[in-house]
């Protein structure tokens, strides 16, 4: 089996710097590192136990079976914040049936963001 160190999702953006203007200012992730010059530089985000890279640039949109996952501690607070940011959220935050609460947001790209708040008494909350 691989030994995992680390690991981290790659977007390639069809326009770079409003893919970083998105994540580092609207969503305000913060940057763990940045490499390389130029319009397509890369700048990699801290999400909790992951990154997200922003690097490169594509021809095309990325698929849209490809979506992240950010958990947040409250998610009716971010959606405030990401709405005074000015980010369109496509759902604001809804308790699903699975008793996760979740918002959609996209990206400039249509990338589709999943922030979620998992409650206190949710069984993920919770080791066997």
Known sequence: MVHVLSSRTLLR???????????????????????GTGPERGTV???????????????????PAVRLWLQVADVTAAYEELVAAGVEVLRPPVE????????????????????????SDHPLRYRP
């Open 96 to 119: 699903e049936p699975w008793g996760l609460v979740e918002m959609w947001l996209a990206d400039p790209d249509g990338t589709q963001i999943a922030v979620v708040e998992v409650p």
């Open 45 to 63: 985000y801290f999400l909790g136990g992951g990154f997200l890279e922003v690097s490169g640039r594509s021809g095309e949109p990325p698929s």
């Open 13 to 35: 953006p069809t326009d770079p710097e409003r893919s970083r203007v998105f994540y580092g200012e609207k969503l305000g992730l913060p940057v763990y590192r940045e490499f």
